[in-house]
């Protein structure tokens, strides 16, 4: 019950590919989205999540009263929108979490909604998340279904590459 080299490099190259698929999208502020309307605390919101390299933010808001400012961390702590590292302004923009930075920094750059607290801070887990055996339940509402169906995907392709290398 031997298995060839071609199983084994296809078993690693599926491996490696199931694990990219696994990042996950986040809605910032949840059902609330990214405003200044119904006392969403981003603090808390980012908080009670955890983030890694290769997801998505993704922030849903009227483009007629909110944008997106990607900011440094001394433009975040003082709501300084004068030299912001990005501009987003579409109301459903998704913005990949990538490089080496474990802080992101994000503004509202209307004037005073980064003083009410639109504002968030993304902190980014030092290690990429370990493969795990898929839920049994859906993810929490807070992540995408892609999520889920990805999951779904990485069992049925371990089950496939097993299937490979232990009949061949």
Partial sequence: MGF????????LVTMMAAASSMAATYDVGDTAGWTIMGDVNYDE?????????GDTLRFVYNPDCDNVLQVTSSDYKNCTKTAPLATYWTGNDAIPIMGDDDHFYFICGIPSHCKVGQKVEIQVAAHAPA?????????PPSKSSSSFLSCSLL???VGAATYLIFMH
């Fill in 4 to 11: 060839s080299s071609k199983a084994l490099v296809f078993f």
């Fill in 45 to 53: 919101w980012a908080s009670s999540k955890t983030f890694h390299a």
């Fill in 131 to 139: 493969i795990s055996p898929p839920l049994a339940t859906p993810p």
């Fill in 155 to 157: 069992v049925g392709l």
